[in-house]
């Protein structure tokens, strides 16, 4: 399998509540910078980038 794969990444769930007022940014992902420039690259928006690690 290749390591690199943005299909391959630890999943880490922090169960909780989100305050109301929380902002959900890519920081709140498990993508490391290297995905998320990959994803960029491949028309992502950051919204999107949340979107799929969320699904």
Request: hydrophobic residues 25%; proline residues 0%.
């Given at each position: 399998m290749?390591?690199?794969?943005?299909?391959?990444?630890?999943?880490?769930?922090?169960?909780?509540?989100?305050?109301?007022?929380?902002?959900?940014?890519?920081?709140?992902?498990?993508?490391?910078?290297?995905?998320?420039?990959?994803?960029?690259q491949?028309?992502?928006?950051?919204?999107?980038?949340?979107?799929a690690?969320?699904?």
């Amino acid at each position: 399998m290749n390591e690199n794969s943005m299909t391959d990444h630890d999943v880490r769930i922090s169960l909780g509540k989100i305050d109301q007022e929380s902002q959900i940014t890519t920081k709140d992902t498990g993508w490391t910078e290297e995905e998320k420039d990959r994803m960029r690259q491949a028309g992502y928006d950051d919204m999107d980038i949340i979107r799929a690690w969320y699904s």
